[in-house]
Structures are given as structure tokens and as C-alpha cells.
T-cell receptor, first 113, second 114 residues
Framework: DVKVTQSSRYLVKRTGEKVFLECVQD?????MFWYRQDPGLGLRLIYF???????EKGDIPEGYSVSREKKERFSLILESASTNQTSMYLC????????????FGPGTRLTVL | AQKVTQAQTEISVVEKEDVTLDCVYE???????LFWYKQPPSGELVFLIRRNSFDEQNEISGRYSWNFQKSTSSFNFTITASQVVDSAVYFC???????????FGAGTRLFVKA
């Protein structure tokens, strides 16, 4: 079974802090994704990566950056956290882009005070 | 533009009732994939089904069934004889073939009461 793990289930940070959300997958998938989930809005894509050191912006990249130094690990970085970044963050991976099933981690609920 | 609409925000049923979750999509692409995912209270989205736009056959898997109708751009999901464990948020999603972005609907929260 594919396993996608996220470093924290719950995180509380202060406005202006730099925040790192880590995601690791164990199935040698090429592609990894970061979404945020907000009530009534479903999942919105922040960034995705189709290879090591490669990244593409999704629908809402502002205020976020990502890093993929190793195939199995994809990090989401909030350079200066703001209260409007309080949300559930979901990481996913897939074998191929687009048409393939995505496998999700358990999510990180981030609260920015 | 691509869009997935799940008009039902919340549905509440009593155990053993049948329930249908609606999904309507918009796309200009001629080929695409449709998905349903389940998000239980634990938070992790779980894959349920993937359907290619060329394949309009309905599918049944145990108590779950899916009705894909290209003519109405709908991909509805029915749970027969619902159980409390079916309580979750269900997401419908669309990916154009060859595309990289999956568009998710807003989700439908299903409550199944004992």
C-alpha cells in the first residue's frame, strides 16, 4: 500500500513565523502535490512537483514556496505565516500526472494566531 | 474552464437508507478522468473510483455504485443500505487527460445516523 505521511497532524504558529510542512511518500512516485482544504471550497492546489527539484505553481501559490530535494520528500514552506493561511493542508502523491490516482496523507491542520 | 459542482453541502440519512451524492462537471476537454474520494473524520482522503470519459458503463462495488452520464455531465455516487461508517466527506474530482491539475468539488458531508 502507498503510504504518505505528514510531519504533524496539528500545528499552531504565530503570525510572521516561518513554517515548514513536510510530506514523505514511500512508493517511489514521481509526482507530489500540496493542497489546502477550506470549508465550502474543496481542495485547492498550491504547488506540485513532477520530479526532484522541479515544481509548478497551482491555483493559489501566493505566500507559499516548496522544496523537493529528494524524490520521496516534498516540503511546503510558509515564509511569513499569516492568519489567512489557517487551514488544513493535504499532501498527495501519484505515479503519473493527471490521470493517475492520487494518494493522500492524513493532513496537517495549521492554525496561525 | 474546468469546474466540478457538488450542490449538496450536507446530507443526513438514517442507517440502511439509500443515498445519492450528486456531481456535475464542466470541461471543454474531450477526454478526461473522473474520481470520487472519501474523507473520513481521520482526515485522509481515500480513493474510491476512477472513470475514463470513454467508459460510460455504470459500476457497482459492493454497496457503492456510480452512474456516469456524459450527456448530462454527471457522475453520481449511490450508497445502498448506508451504514454509520459511511459518514464522511465525499469529493468528486476531474482531471483532463494529459493535464496535471485535478479539480475537486467542494465536497458533500454525509451523516449516517444509527
Amino acid at each position: 500500500d502507498v503510504k504518505v505521511t505528514q510531519s504533524s497532524r496539528y500545528l499552531v504558529k504565530r503570525t510572521g513565523e516561518k513554517v515548514f510542512l513536510e510530506c514523505v511518500q514511500d512508493m517511489d512516485h514521481e509526482n507530489m502535490f500540496w493542497y489546502r482544504q477550506d470549508p465550502g471550497l474543496g481542495l485547492r492546489l498550491i504547488y506540485f512537483s513532477y520530479d526532484v527539484k522541479m515544481k509548478e505553481k497551482g491555483d493559489i501559490p501566493e505566500g507559499y514556496s516548496v522544496s523537493r530535494e529528494k524524490k520521496e520528500r516534498f516540503s511546503l514552506i510558509l515564509e511569513s505565516a499569516s492568519t489567512n493561511q489557517t487551514s488544513m493542508y493535504l499532501c498527495a502523491s501519484s505515479l503519473s500526472l493527471g490521470t493517475d490516482t492520487q494518494y493522500f496523507g492524513p493532513g496537517t491542520r495549521l492554525t496561525v494566531l | 474552464a474546468q469546474k466540478v459542482t457538488q450542490a449538496q453541502t450536507e446530507i443526513s440519512v438514517v442507517e440502511k437508507e439509500d443515498v445519492t451524492l450528486d456531481c456535475v462537471y464542466e470541461t471543454r476537454d474531450t477526454t478526461y478522468y473522473l474520481f470520487w474520494y472519501k474523507q473520513p473524520p481521520s482526515g485522509e482522503l481515500v480513493f474510491l473510483i476512477r472513470r475514463n470519459s470513454f467508459d460510460e458503463q455504470n459500476e457497482i462495488s459492493g454497496r457503492y455504485s456510480w452512474n456516469f452520464q456524459k450527456s448530462t455531465s454527471s457522475f453520481n455516487f449511490t450508497i445502498t443500505a448506508s451504514q454509520v461508517v459511511d459518514s464522511a466527506v465525499y469529493f468528486c474530482a476531474l482531471t483532463p487527460t494529459g493535464g496535471f491539475k485535478t479539480i475537486f468539488g467542494a465536497g458533500t458531508r454525509l451523516f449516517v445516523k444509527a
